[in-house]
């Protein structure tokens, strides 16, 4: 099977992001109606590009990092197409855009494995703990960006400077009320994951188990601390930042853990 619709695909994502920076250098940028339409094609192609696979492998497409990335990659712009408009027409789409292209193309130049080492798991409960998972790392991702937004912003107004940046930016707090939402979602979604891989009574792996489980109580606590009132939007977004970055430098950790033998 050739990968013409993930390879379409990226490139779709690329020129939606290098408009935006041509748009931003040239003073010319508006609501990002021309980055939605390209996230909604890169999202079709990608949807493509899973169900091939899946009819490939008889399951769903999550059996090797390679695929995991993928899929990631795909769960992101679902979550942002989920979002409310304010945020799609804004610059949080090229922001996207521009992490699913590194997502993309370290998916296709780094050499891994792109096929399941074992056979693929049948059970529809493993897969939908997997699938899950992936999908609430893709709200973490969002997550993550609105953090990264409000930081410049707070950064902006504090230094008084303005900019296309700025003003294409969402009102900082909606950032704020975005950011934690998103990490709602995500923990929300993460916790269901957990149960649907206790009701299936698949075999745990102790290291990939508490692994999982440390990123799930840091987000835990982190919307705890919010919750109390103890945890001001900044550090919620530098969290949401920094755990999403641990999270995704431990990937490949935890996708070995769950291939092994």
């Known amino acids: 099977m050739g990968n013409y619709l993930l390879v379409t695909a990226t490139f779709i994502f690329l020129l939606g992001f290098s408009y935006t920076l041509y748009a931003l250098g040239a003073g010319q940028f508006r609501p990002g109606r021309v980055n939605l339409a390209a996230m909604l094609v890169g999202f079709v192609l990608l949807s ?80 939908f703990h997997a699938a899950l998972s992936l999908i609430a790392y893709g709200a973490f991702a969002l997550a993550a960006l609105a953090g990264l937004m409000y930081l410049l912003q707070d950064r902006q107004l504090k230094m008084r400077k303005g900019g296309a940046l700025l003003y294409n930016l969402p009102p900082i707090t909606d950032l704020a009320v975005a950011n934690a939402r ?6 929300g979604l993460l916790t ?28 835990g606590l982190m919307l ?26 431990a990937l490949p950790a935890i996708q070995y853990l769950s291939t092994a033998r």
């Open 192 to 219: 269901i994951s957990f149960v649907a891989g206790l009701i299936s009574g698949m075999p745990v792996n102790t290291l990939k188990f508490w692994a999982s489980a440390g990123i799930w109580a840091i987000y």
């Open 48 to 127: 493509a590009e899973l169900w091939q696979r899946g009819q490939v492998e008889r399951g769903c497409p999550i059996n090797s990092l390679f695929d995991v990335l993928i899929f990631m990659s795909w769960s992101i712009v679902l979550i942002y197409l989920l979002i409310g408009s304010a945020y799609r027409l804004s610059l949080l789409g090229s922001f996207t855009s521009a992490l699913v292209l590194f997502i993309l193309l370290f998916a296709q130049l780094v050499p891994m494995g792109r096929a399941p080492s074992h056979p693929v798991a049948r059970d529809p409960w493993i897969e």
């Open 224 to 249: 705890g601390l919010r919750k109390i009132h103890s945890l001001p939007p900044r550090r919620v977004a530098m969290l949401s930042i920094a755990v999403f970055a641990i999270a995704l430098l």
């Open 182 to 187: 998103l990490v709602w979602l995500g923990f």
